[in-house]
């Protein structure tokens, strides 16, 4: 069991710059890949971006492709995502997710992932 506690999110004006902690309660991310998914209003719940915890590779959406940057604190056992240049578009609940690292899987796909935080609020206003 994995308990993923999210913080940060807010309102912000467009061009602005966010942080987004996730943390795991109870054990480390070892072994584990951490990925980031949004879901804007009427929309399905997207991609965003990943990590791989013991190698630290990331990977993007396109869409955020150089303003967002995915980050891990080995000590604090958290992951961070950073979103700069911020756009309404970008508005959206915000989740943290984690799974144990399997061959074969597609960790860009939300079904393989199985520990969820509760989302945050991110609104960008024009």
């Known amino acids: 069991q994995v308990q993923l506690v999210q913080s940060g999110g807010g309102l912000v004006q467009a061009g602005d710059s966010l942080r987004l902690s996730c943390a795991a309660s109870g054990r480390t991310f070892t072994n584990y890949i951490v990925g980031w998914f949004r879901q804007a209003p009427g929309k399905e719940r997207e991609f965003v971006t990943r990590i791989t915890w013991n190698t630290g590779t990331t990977y993007y959406a396109d869409s955020v492709k150089g303003r967002f940057t995915i980050s891990k604190d080995n000590a604090e056992n958290t992951v961070y995502l950073q979103m700069n240049s911020l756009k309404p578009e970008d508005t959206a609940v915000y989740y943290c997710?984690?799974?144990?690292?399997?061959?074969?899987?597609?960790?860009?796909?939300?079904?393989?992932?199985?520990?969820w935080g509760r989302g945050t609020q991110v609104t960008v206003s024009s």
């Open positions: 997710a984690a799974e144990y690292i399997s061959g074969g899987s597609s960790y860009n796909d939300q079904t393989n992932y199985r520990w």
